[in-house]
C-alpha cells in the first residue's frame, strides 16, 4: 500500500474591492420617500398626483422627485387601481373615465392600459 499524502489547503487570497461609500440620504428625502410608499401602497397615483400630494405637505422639490424617482411603483397598475377604484364609486362612460384619469396626470400610454384591463 502506498501510504496516503495529506495536501495542506491552499489559502486563496480574495481580491480586495474597495467598496464605495453609500451616499449618504437626506433626512427630508427618506421622509418623502416613506410618505410616497405609504400613498402609494393606500390608493392609486400617478407621477404627478403624487408630486403634488407630497409639494402639498411642504416637501422640497428635489426631495419630491427623489421620492418619485424612487418609490417602488408600477405606474401602469397605479392608473388601473385608480380606474377600479373610481368605477366602484361612480359609474362612468370610458371616455369619462379617460378624462378624469387624464386630470389625474396619468399618461396616455398609462390610461390606455387601465381602460383596456377595467373594460375587458
Same mark, same amino acid.
Given at each position: =500500500? ?9 489559502a486563496v487570497e480574495e481580491p ?11 433626512? /427630508?428625502y427618506r421622509n418623502a420617500l416613506?410618505? !410616497?410608499? $405609504?400613498?402609494? #401602497? ?8 403624487? *408630486?403634488?400630494?407630497? #409639494?402639498?405637505?411642504?416637501?422640497? @422639490?428635489? !426631495?419630491? /422627485? ?5 418609490? #417602488? !411603483? ?6 388601473? =387601481?385608480? !380606474?377600479?377604484?373610481?368605477? #366602484?364609486?361612480? $359609474?362612468?362612460?370610458? *371616455? =369619462?373615465? *379617460?378624462?378624469?384619469?387624464?386630470? /389625474?396626470?396619468?399618461?396616455? @400610454? ?11
Amino acid at each position: =500500500e502506498e501510504p496516503v499524502v495529506e495536501e495542506e489547503p491552499v489559502a486563496v487570497e480574495e481580491p480586495v474591492v474597495e467598496e464605495e461609500p453609500e451616499e449618504e440620504v437626506p433626512f /427630508e428625502y427618506r421622509n418623502a420617500l416613506g410618505s !410616497a410608499e $405609504s400613498y402609494i #401602497d393606500f390608493m392609486g397615483f400617478s407621477k404627478q398626483g403624487l *408630486r403634488d400630494q407630497l #409639494d402639498y405637505e411642504g416637501y422640497s @422639490k428635489k !426631495a419630491i /422627485e427623489y421620492a418619485v424617482d424612487n418609490v #417602488d !411603483a408600477d405606474w401602469k397598475e397605479e392608473c388601473v =387601481e385608480s !380606474a377600479e377604484s373610481y368605477l #366602484d364609486f361612480m $359609474s362612468f362612460s370610458e *371616455r =369619462e373615465l *379617460r378624462d378624469q384619469l387624464d386630470y /389625474e396626470g396619468y399618461t396616455q @400610454k398609462q390610461i390606455n392600459y387601465a381602460i383596456d384591463k377595467v373594460y375587458n
